[in-house]
């Protein structure tokens, strides 16, 4: 395998795989969870796809990098800022890479897994950039199902005001325009996903479904909401949603 390129496009830290050949190749882009795998470094490590003839290229979620961080505002100084800064940020992230990588012209796909799969979900809805195909983890659908996990795990009852109604009604992939109708979308969920989310994951994959045959949603024995929590000794879980996301790309993305 080649080395890995670390460095910075359009103020984004990133994390790149090169493809086995030096000639331009299309490119997968990837978003961490806020749990684990929470960097981009990680996330590369838990699902290299080494068999996929792409650059892959990991991202850091806005404002992770220092690691967990205390919001006043869970949702509008720390959630929505995150996920929607990651989604705004991709065309010029994209822009610079395809300056300093041999990166094939035509449409990307992308990857993401709880926060990070929200982020490329409202990049497809949005069609803030041409998608042709998308791996989904354990997805956040809606903020409000977001901050609801939160308060059962511990946080302070959340104060809904009409601006966080407001930003939170931005965020729901079930309701934004169905960009990228084309697209292949693979929707991983765990067996022990978090009961919250759940239903909000099926009703996206009933929504996905009716307008693209290329859509499949599977349930993934063992796996929690998070995954590759003991680097380098991978679960039958981790496993599975690594051969799955390879399988996908390797079938709707790049052949």
């Not at 300093?100 to 929200?118: F, Q």
């Amino acid at each position: 395998m080649r080395d890995p390129i670390t460095g910075v496009a359009a103020g984004v830290p990133f994390v790149a795989l090169p493809p086995k050949t030096d000639a331009a190749a299309p490119v997968v882009v990837g978003w961490h969870l806020l749990g684990t795998p929470g960097t981009p470094a990680a996330l590369a490590a838990a699902l290299p796809l080494s068999e996929v003839p792409a650059w892959r290229i990991y991202l850091e979620l806005p404002g992770t990098g220092a690691g967990p961080a205390e919001f006043a505002d869970l949702l509008l100084d720390g959630y929505a800022p995150i996920v929607e800064q990651a989604v705004a940020t991709v065309p010029a992230v994209l822009g610079e890479l395809r300056t300093r990588l041999p990166i094939a012209a035509g449409p990307i796909a992308l990857l993401g897994g709880s926060a990070g799969g929200h982020a490329a979900l409202l990049t497809l809805a949005r069609a803030v950039i041409e998608v042709s195909a998308a791996v989904l983890i354990n997805p956040a659908v809606r903020a409000e199902t977001v901050i609801t996990v939160n308060e059962r795990l511990g946080q302070p009852g959340y104060t809904w005001t009409g601006t966080a109604r407001q930003a939170a009604a931005r965020m729901d992939v079930l309701a934004e325009p169905e960009g990228n109708p084309d697209a292949a979308i693979l929707l991983l969920t765990g067996e022990h996903e978090y009961p919250e989310f759940q239903p909000d994951q099926a009703r996206l994959h009933q929504a996905l479904a009716r307008r693209s045959p290329a859509t499949d949603h599977r349930i993934v024995p063992g796996l929690a909401h998070m995954f590759a929590e003991n680097p380098g000794t991978p679960t039958k879980a981790d496993e599975a949603v690594a051969e799955a996301a390879q399988d996908w790309l390797l079938r709707h993305f790049v052949h």
